[in-house]
């Protein structure tokens, strides 16, 4: 059995015209590997972003000590990791 994309879940549907292009290759690349060994599961890819912030922003606690970066923008890492990341990397949305 082949993994598919669902037809209106191509790179040049409207769905995409905003959503990361690294996201949608990563999900891409995922299917595909899962798919060559022999499990077709179905992959859902979230979209959290807000053009123009910087990347500080997204960053968590631990990026900031490697770079040498004292204080870390607040205590967990960047604001909108905070507030939209950290909530996806615990429980049943987590890798």
Known sequence: ??????KDFTPHSHLFATFSAVC???GKSLSDRLAAR????PL???????????LEMWAP???FDE???YPP???LGGPMWNA????????PMAL
């Open 61 to 63: 606690a631990t990026v």
């Open 24 to 26: 949608w290759h990563f």
């Open 73 to 75: 923008p607040q205590p």
């Open 67 to 69: 770079c040498g970066v």
């Open 84 to 91: 939209m990341i950290l909530p996806y990397a615990a429980g």
């Open 44 to 54: 859902g890819l979230v979209s959290n972003n807000w053009g123009g912030t910087k």
């Open 38 to 41: 022999g499990s077709v599961v």
């Open 1 to 6: 059995m082949v993994a598919r994309l669902a």
